[in-house]
């Protein structure tokens, strides 16, 4: 309407984390310009600009160029990663992701395990657990408490939200199951001690 670009970042939500290739069909648009990184090249360093064809062929001549351009290593590693990005396997990853974690939640919010257990956040296999107070206000300390005793027992827990008061579960999606589920037998455990 007003001739404003959609640019969207799909670094972190791309390549199968919301349960599709990329979370922007679920909001029913469309976008002039889509940022890559991360899952395109398995860990390597590597991050591509997809956009319509008009205006990537505006771009002048080395109008375009990041830190990673033309890393061979890092464009061989996407070319297989990308090989294995089928919409299957995707669909596979995310859905076994998101069933995992759903419903871990749900028997803990079930069984009162901690009162400090708010919402799931996210979608598809990008998910936060917010930590709250009886009153809904943010509840950091406790999260900070979790990933304490978390990093003592061997996982590593990232938060997130303004108030670092959102525990971000954000795991591989080619994680093997039972690695996963060890993970989340951690983090119940580390949720039971929390005072």
């Not at 990537?56 to 033309?70: D, H, I, Q, V």
Request: overall charge negative; some cysteine; glycine content about 12%.
């Amino acid at each position: 309407e007003r001739g404003i670009l959609i640019i969207i970042d799909e670094i972190q939500s791309g390549f199968g984390r919301t349960g599709q290739r990329f979370a922007f069909p679920r909001l029913g648009i469309e976008p002039d310009l889509l940022l890559l990184a991360k899952s395109i090249a398995g860990g390597m360093p590597l991050g591509a600009v997809v956009g319509r064809k008009e205006l990537m062929a505006a771009l002048p001549k080395g109008g375009l160029g990041g830190t990673y351009s033309g890393n061979p290593i890092a464009c061989a590693a996407a070319l297989a990663s990308l090989a294995q990005m089928t919409d299957e396997n995707v669909a596979t990853w995310g859905e076994r992701q998101e069933q995992a974690i759903v419903s871990r939640y749900e028997r803990w919010k079930a069984s009162g395990l901690s009162p400090y257990i708010g919402r799931l956040t996210g979608v598809g296999a990008m998910r936060g657990i917010e930590f709250a107070n009886a009153d809904g206000s943010p509840a950091p300390a406790q999260l900070a408490e979790v990933m304490e005793a978390a990093r003592a027992k061997g996982l590593l827990l990232m938060p997130s939200g303004k108030a670092r008061h959102i525990i971000r579960l954000l795991a591989p999606l080619t994680i093997e199951a039972e690695v996963l589920e060890e993970g989340l037998d951690i983090l119940e455990q580390c949720l039971a001690e929390l005072n």
